[in-house]
T-cell receptor, first 114, second 118 residues
Framework: AQSVTQPDIHITVSEGASLELRCNYS??????LFWYVQSPGQGLQLLLK??????LVQGIKGFEAEFKRSQSSFNLRKPSVHWSDAAEYFC????????????FGKGTKLSVKP | GAVVSQHPSRVICKSGTSVKIECRSL??????MFWYRQFPKQSLMLMAT?????????EQGVEKDKFLINHASLTLSTLTVTSAHPEDSSFYIC??????????????FGPGTRLTVL
Protein backbone atom coordinates (compact mmCIF):
# COMPACT_ATOMS: atom_id res chain seq x y z
CA ALA A 1 0.00 0.00 0.00
CA GLN A 2 1.07 3.53 -0.61
CA SER A 3 2.42 5.61 2.25
CA VAL A 4 4.27 8.82 3.02
CA THR A 5 6.67 9.23 5.90
CA GLN A 6 7.96 12.49 7.29
CA PRO A 7 10.48 11.39 9.93
CA ASP A 8 10.81 14.76 11.63
CA ILE A 9 7.85 15.96 13.67
CA HIS A 10 9.41 19.27 14.65
CA ILE A 11 12.47 21.12 13.36
CA THR A 12 13.91 24.38 14.61
CA VAL A 13 16.36 26.37 12.53
CA SER A 14 17.86 29.80 12.89
CA GLU A 15 16.79 32.53 10.54
CA GLY A 16 19.15 32.61 7.59
CA ALA A 17 20.18 28.99 7.99
CA SER A 18 19.53 26.34 5.40
CA LEU A 19 16.65 23.91 5.70
CA GLU A 20 15.94 20.38 4.60
CA LEU A 21 12.69 18.59 5.38
CA ARG A 22 12.63 14.89 4.72
CA CYS A 23 9.96 12.91 2.94
CA ASN A 24 9.98 9.24 2.01
CA TYR A 25 7.30 7.48 0.08
CA SER A 26 6.22 3.95 -0.73
CA UNK A 27 4.37 3.36 -3.99
CA UNK A 28 4.53 0.72 -6.65
CA UNK A 29 4.07 3.02 -9.62
CA UNK A 30 5.36 6.36 -10.82
CA UNK A 31 4.81 8.78 -7.95
CA UNK A 32 3.25 12.18 -8.18
CA LEU A 33 4.67 14.11 -5.26
CA PHE A 34 3.75 17.40 -3.65
CA TRP A 35 4.84 19.65 -0.83
CA TYR A 36 2.25 21.82 0.86
CA VAL A 37 2.59 24.43 3.58
CA GLN A 38 -0.04 25.22 6.18
CA SER A 39 -0.03 28.23 8.47
CA PRO A 40 -2.01 27.96 11.73
CA GLY A 41 -5.75 27.86 11.12
CA GLN A 42 -5.31 28.02 7.38
CA GLY A 43 -5.72 25.74 4.42
CA LEU A 44 -2.90 24.25 2.40
CA GLN A 45 -0.79 26.11 -0.10
CA LEU A 46 1.07 24.20 -2.78
CA LEU A 47 4.81 24.84 -2.68
CA LEU A 48 5.89 22.58 -5.52
CA LYS A 49 5.14 19.36 -7.31
CA UNK A 50 6.91 16.58 -9.17
CA UNK A 51 5.32 14.65 -11.97
CA UNK A 52 8.17 13.61 -14.23
CA UNK A 53 11.29 14.93 -15.92
CA UNK A 54 13.87 16.97 -14.09
CA UNK A 55 14.30 15.55 -10.62
CA LEU A 56 15.07 18.94 -9.08
CA VAL A 57 11.93 21.03 -8.97
CA GLN A 58 11.62 24.65 -8.06
CA GLY A 59 8.70 26.02 -6.14
CA ILE A 60 7.40 29.21 -4.69
CA LYS A 61 8.98 31.18 -1.84
CA GLY A 62 12.48 29.98 -2.73
CA PHE A 63 11.81 26.30 -2.00
CA GLU A 64 13.07 23.39 -4.06
CA ALA A 65 12.80 19.64 -3.80
CA GLU A 66 14.74 16.77 -5.26
CA PHE A 67 13.17 13.50 -6.29
CA LYS A 68 15.41 10.49 -5.74
CA ARG A 69 13.82 7.32 -6.99
CA SER A 70 16.59 5.10 -5.62
CA GLN A 71 15.96 6.43 -2.13
CA SER A 72 12.19 6.85 -2.48
CA SER A 73 12.65 10.37 -1.23
CA PHE A 74 11.41 13.83 -2.07
CA ASN A 75 13.16 16.18 0.34
CA LEU A 76 12.30 19.85 0.54
CA ARG A 77 15.09 22.41 0.78
CA LYS A 78 15.57 26.11 1.19
CA PRO A 79 19.01 27.76 1.29
CA SER A 80 18.09 30.56 3.70
CA VAL A 81 15.08 30.41 5.97
CA HIS A 82 13.01 33.46 6.81
CA TRP A 83 10.95 33.90 9.97
CA SER A 84 7.80 33.85 7.85
CA ASP A 85 8.59 30.26 6.82
CA ALA A 86 7.53 29.01 10.25
CA ALA A 87 4.58 26.72 9.54
CA GLU A 88 3.57 23.09 9.12
CA TYR A 89 4.84 21.33 6.02
CA PHE A 90 3.16 18.33 4.46
CA CYS A 91 4.50 15.99 1.86
CA UNK A 92 1.85 14.23 -0.23
CA UNK A 93 1.74 11.38 -2.73
CA UNK A 94 -0.76 11.25 -5.55
CA UNK A 95 -2.30 7.86 -6.25
CA UNK A 96 -5.50 6.29 -7.42
CA UNK A 97 -5.27 7.00 -11.11
CA UNK A 98 -8.30 8.86 -12.38
CA UNK A 99 -9.63 9.49 -8.88
CA UNK A 100 -6.66 11.66 -8.15
CA UNK A 101 -6.32 10.91 -4.45
CA UNK A 102 -3.61 12.25 -2.20
CA UNK A 103 -2.09 10.66 0.85
CA PHE A 104 -0.33 12.97 3.28
CA GLY A 105 2.57 12.53 5.61
CA LYS A 106 2.06 13.48 9.24
CA GLY A 107 3.70 16.81 8.71
CA THR A 108 6.79 18.59 10.00
CA LYS A 109 6.42 21.69 12.09
CA LEU A 110 9.08 24.26 11.34
CA SER A 111 10.05 26.82 13.96
CA VAL A 112 12.45 29.63 13.12
CA LYS A 113 14.71 31.19 15.74
CA PRO A 114 15.61 34.86 15.39
CA GLY B 1 -6.33 30.74 -11.02
CA ALA B 2 -7.42 27.58 -9.20
CA VAL B 3 -9.01 29.19 -6.17
CA VAL B 4 -11.19 27.25 -3.76
CA SER B 5 -13.31 28.91 -1.12
CA GLN B 6 -15.06 27.53 1.93
CA HIS B 7 -17.89 28.92 3.94
CA PRO B 8 -18.15 29.44 6.82
CA SER B 9 -14.60 29.75 8.03
CA ARG B 10 -15.67 29.14 11.58
CA VAL B 11 -18.85 27.78 13.12
CA ILE B 12 -19.95 27.04 16.65
CA CYS B 13 -23.07 24.98 17.18
CA LYS B 14 -24.92 23.15 19.90
CA SER B 15 -24.80 19.41 20.23
CA GLY B 16 -27.52 17.73 18.20
CA THR B 17 -27.79 20.37 15.51
CA SER B 18 -26.71 20.04 11.90
CA VAL B 19 -24.09 22.18 10.20
CA LYS B 20 -23.53 22.70 6.49
CA ILE B 21 -20.15 23.64 5.04
CA GLU B 22 -19.82 24.84 1.47
CA CYS B 23 -16.86 24.38 -0.83
CA ARG B 24 -16.68 26.29 -4.09
CA SER B 25 -14.22 26.30 -6.94
CA LEU B 26 -14.16 29.90 -8.06
CA UNK B 27 -12.38 29.89 -11.39
CA UNK B 28 -12.42 26.32 -12.60
CA UNK B 29 -14.80 23.42 -12.86
CA UNK B 30 -14.21 20.79 -10.23
CA UNK B 31 -15.23 17.39 -11.48
CA UNK B 32 -13.96 15.91 -8.25
CA MET B 33 -13.98 17.36 -4.77
CA PHE B 34 -12.48 15.94 -1.62
CA TRP B 35 -13.31 16.44 2.04
CA TYR B 36 -10.63 16.10 4.67
CA ARG B 37 -10.66 16.28 8.42
CA GLN B 38 -7.73 17.49 10.46
CA PHE B 39 -7.36 17.09 14.20
CA PRO B 40 -5.06 19.44 16.12
CA LYS B 41 -1.42 18.88 15.35
CA GLN B 42 -2.23 16.03 12.98
CA SER B 43 -2.27 15.42 9.29
CA LEU B 44 -5.19 15.54 6.91
CA MET B 45 -7.37 12.47 6.77
CA LEU B 46 -9.48 11.95 3.68
CA MET B 47 -13.13 11.54 4.57
CA ALA B 48 -14.75 11.24 1.18
CA THR B 49 -14.44 11.87 -2.52
CA UNK B 50 -17.29 13.28 -4.52
CA UNK B 51 -17.75 13.46 -8.25
CA UNK B 52 -20.22 15.90 -9.73
CA UNK B 53 -23.60 14.29 -10.13
CA UNK B 54 -22.65 11.09 -8.35
CA UNK B 55 -22.81 9.75 -4.84
CA UNK B 56 -19.78 10.38 -2.70
CA UNK B 57 -17.29 7.64 -1.96
CA UNK B 58 -16.53 7.48 1.74
CA GLU B 59 -13.34 6.26 3.31
CA GLN B 60 -13.45 3.34 5.68
CA GLY B 61 -14.67 4.34 9.09
CA VAL B 62 -16.46 7.51 7.99
CA GLU B 63 -20.18 7.44 8.67
CA LYS B 64 -21.96 8.42 5.48
CA ASP B 65 -25.22 9.08 7.30
CA LYS B 66 -23.50 11.50 9.61
CA PHE B 67 -21.39 13.32 7.05
CA LEU B 68 -23.65 14.02 4.10
CA ILE B 69 -21.88 15.16 0.97
CA ASN B 70 -23.56 16.70 -2.03
CA HIS B 71 -21.77 17.68 -5.23
CA ALA B 72 -24.62 19.08 -7.24
CA SER B 73 -22.66 21.25 -9.61
CA LEU B 74 -19.19 21.57 -11.05
CA THR B 75 -18.37 24.41 -8.70
CA LEU B 76 -20.07 23.50 -5.43
CA SER B 77 -19.86 20.68 -2.92
CA THR B 78 -21.41 20.70 0.52
CA LEU B 79 -20.64 18.74 3.65
CA THR B 80 -23.41 18.50 6.22
CA VAL B 81 -22.53 17.25 9.67
CA THR B 82 -25.79 15.88 11.00
CA SER B 83 -26.63 15.70 14.69
CA ALA B 84 -23.23 17.08 15.56
CA HIS B 85 -21.54 16.09 18.81
CA PRO B 86 -18.45 17.46 20.54
CA GLU B 87 -16.30 14.70 19.06
CA ASP B 88 -17.11 16.07 15.60
CA SER B 89 -15.28 19.28 16.48
CA SER B 90 -12.43 19.55 14.04
CA PHE B 91 -10.94 21.46 11.13
CA TYR B 92 -12.60 20.46 7.86
CA ILE B 93 -10.81 21.19 4.60
CA CYS B 94 -12.09 20.67 1.09
CA UNK B 95 -10.12 20.42 -2.10
CA UNK B 96 -11.00 20.29 -5.75
CA UNK B 97 -9.49 19.10 -8.98
CA UNK B 98 -10.20 19.39 -12.65
CA UNK B 99 -8.28 16.66 -14.45
CA UNK B 100 -9.09 18.20 -17.82
CA UNK B 101 -7.11 21.25 -16.87
CA UNK B 102 -4.77 20.12 -14.12
CA UNK B 103 -3.34 16.69 -14.40
CA UNK B 104 -1.46 14.35 -12.14
CA UNK B 105 -3.68 14.36 -9.05
CA UNK B 106 -3.18 18.06 -8.43
CA UNK B 107 -5.69 19.33 -5.88
CA UNK B 108 -6.44 22.86 -4.81
CA PHE B 109 -7.40 23.41 -1.21
CA GLY B 110 -9.88 25.66 0.49
CA PRO B 111 -8.95 27.65 3.60
CA GLY B 112 -10.75 25.27 5.93
CA THR B 113 -13.69 25.45 8.34
CA ARG B 114 -13.24 25.25 12.09
CA LEU B 115 -16.23 23.45 13.62
CA THR B 116 -16.78 23.60 17.36
CA VAL B 117 -19.65 21.63 18.83
CA LEU B 118 -20.64 22.62 22.36
Amino acid sequence: AQSVTQPDIHITVSEGASLELRCNYSYGATPYLFWYVQSPGQGLQLLLKYFSGDTLVQGIKGFEAEFKRSQSSFNLRKPSVHWSDAAEYFCALGYGGSQGNLIFGKGTKLSVKP
Amino acid sequence: GAVVSQHPSRVICKSGTSVKIECRSLDFQATTMFWYRQFPKQSLMLMATSNEGSKATYEQGVEKDKFLINHASLTLSTLTVTSAHPEDSSFYICSARDPRRYSYNEQFFGPGTRLTVL
